[in-house]
């Protein structure tokens, strides 16, 4: 019997299962990065910044939220999750390829179906994926490798003070642009590849389509105002608080 993931379902099932690992993973991520936006409001972020004995003591959610993630189950989790994300892009790709090529070429999109295909990020998922990914290595530049690779690998300077580094990186205007523009396109292809991993395993009638559209953008807002919060804050922090 012929292996299922040789079919487009086995495939899509696949790329389905990687995306929602990585939802997942945008939603801790997203969650314990706002922590430094309730530390603004609660003073503490500027004094946790500029105090390395507060800092060290680790007074402050953003601080502990970081802590968090430099322990050992997310330092296993690590590879797992370059791992889940290299599928996604592979099979991302090559579901690319095999529409492209059995839909007749670039105008694979023209034929309506369920999906509403018709969509300006539907058409443009793989287009977004790749602005994505290119930035994701420049966002890994400010940060994975200033915090968990020299302490994991022992590669670079070890920046010890998150606090810091979020201000030093928002603080310049230009950069916050780029993250901005890259939170958008983020929130594109979470829009409809939210609802597309739900069809995937077949929750696509009427109904309940129309409900895991909406829950989709819901989701996907959520997770986005978190990142864009914290980057906002940070450029505040950095520019206008004393």
């Known amino acids: ?22 939802i997942l993973f945008l939603l801790l991520h997203g969650t314990i990065n706002f922590f430094s936006v309730i530390d603004s409001f609660t003073g503490k972020f ?26 050992p189950f997310i330092d296993i989790m690590v590879p797992i999750l370059a791992l889940g994300f290299v599928i996604h ?10 529409n492209i090529k059995a839909r007749g070429g670039w105008k694979r999109y023209e034929e309506k179906s369920v999906a509403a295909a018709d969509s300006w990020s539907a058409k443009n998922m793989f287009v977004l994926g790749i602005v994505i990914l290119g930035l994701l290595f420049f966002h890994l530049s400010h940060f994975w490798a200033k915090m968990q690779l020299p ?3 022992g590669v670079g300077t070890f920046e010890n003070n998150p606090y810091l580094l979020l201000e030093v990186t928002f603080g310049k205007w230009w950069l916050l642009v780029i993250y901005l523009i890259w939170f958008a396109s983020v929130w594109l292809h979470l829009c ?26 819901v989701v996907a ?6 990142f864009v919060a914290t980057a906002i804050n940070a450029f505040v922090q950095a520019n206008f608080i004393a």
């Open 1 to 22: 019997m012929p292996n299922a993931f040789h079919y487009s379902i086995g495939r899509k099932f696949i790329q389905a299962v990687s995306g929602a690992f990585l």
């Open 46 to 71: 500027g004094v946790v910044a500029a105090d390395e004995k507060l800092f060290s003591a680790g007074d402050g959610l953003f601080k502990l939220g970081c802590d968090f993630m430099s322990t």
């Open 89 to 98: 892009i592979f099979y991302g790709c090559y579901l690319t390829y095999k």
């Open 151 to 153: 302490e994991m690998f």
């Open 192 to 217: 409809h590849g939210f609802w597309s991993m739900f069809q995937t395993i077949g929750w696509n009638n009427q109904l309940w389509f129309k409900r895991i559209k909406v829950i989709g953008i």
């Open 221 to 226: 807002t959520l997770i986005m105002c978190l």
